[in-house]
C-alpha cells in the first residue's frame, strides 16, 4: 500500500473515483481542493467495481470510516452517471481518498474536507492511516494545525485514531469539530472523548451507529493509528 500526495490546492488535479464504491466521489473531481490517496500496486485488490459493489446502505459496513463531511467546503457535486457506455474512467488502485484545503478565516490551518475509503476495505483501519499520513505533508507546507468536521460516531471514533480530538464545537449542520496540532497529536481526556459521543447519543440512532454507541459508553479514548507516529 502506498501513501501518495497528488496535489495541493488551489490547483490539485482531479481524482476520479467510481460511484459505486466511494461515498462522494463527486468531491474528489473538483480541483480546488487538495488530494491525498493511498493506493495498492496488488492486481488482485485493482478491480472495477460492478453493481454488486454498490453502497450496503445503513450497515456498518457503510458508516466506518466511510465519509467524514466538511464544513465549508464547496458543495457542488458530479453526475456520476453521465459516463459514456463502455469507458471506465475510474482510478481502481485507489483504496482510499482525502480532499483537504486551508481554512477561509486562518490560514495556518488546514482543513480535512472529505475522507472515504473503498466499500471493501471499510473497518481496516485506512481512514486514520491516511488521515495521519497526511499530517508531516502539511507540516512541512507551513500548517500549524488540522481541523475536520465529523458527521456520524464512526467517524469520530477514527480521527481520535489519527490523533484528532473534540473541540467541543459543533458546525451548523451538526457536524462534530475535532482539531490537533499539526506536529502532534492532540491531547484529550476520557471526559473530553465521551462529550463528543454523548452528543451523537442524544441524536437517538438506530443501529448500527446506536449498538456502537453503546458499546463505547465506559471506554477511554482509543489507541492511536501507528501511521501517526510513523506517518511514512
Known sequence: MEFTVLGWPPEAPTLRLDYRSFAYAGKFVLSSVGKAILK?????EITASTA?????GTNESEQTQSVYADTDADDTDTDNNNNIAGSDPY?????????????????????????TV????????????????????????????????????????????????????????????????????????????????????????DDPESAFLASQQENDPPELHAAVDSPY
Not at 495498492?40 to 488482485?44: A, C, N, Q, V, Y
Open 91 to 115: 482510478d481502481h488502485s485507489v483504496l482510499a481518498a482525502l480532499s483537504f484545503s486551508a481554512d477561509r478565516t486562518a490560514e495556518t490551518t488546514l482543513c480535512y474536507r472529505y475522507v
Open 52 to 56: 454488486a459493489d454498490a453502497h450496503p
Open 40 to 44: 495498492t500496486e496488488e492486481p488482485s
Open 118 to 205: 473503498r466499500a471493501d476495505k471499510r473497518g481496516n483501519g485506512l481512514g486514520p492511516q491516511l488521515a495521519a499520513s497526511l499530517t508531516p505533508h502539511a507540516v512541512n507546507r507551513g500548517y500549524e494545525r488540522l481541523r475536520i468536521a465529523v458527521n456520524n460516531p464512526f467517524a469520530y471514533e477514527a480521527m481520535y485514531r489519527a490523533g484528532f480530538a473534540w473541540t467541543g464545537r459543533e458546525t451548523g449542520i451538526a457536524e462534530l469539530v475535532l482539531e490537533r496540532p499539526a506536529e502532534t497529536p492532540a491531547t484529550t481526556t476520557r471526559e473530553q472523548y465521551q462529550s463528543g459521543f454523548d452528543k451523537y447519543r442524544n441524536r437517538n440512532y
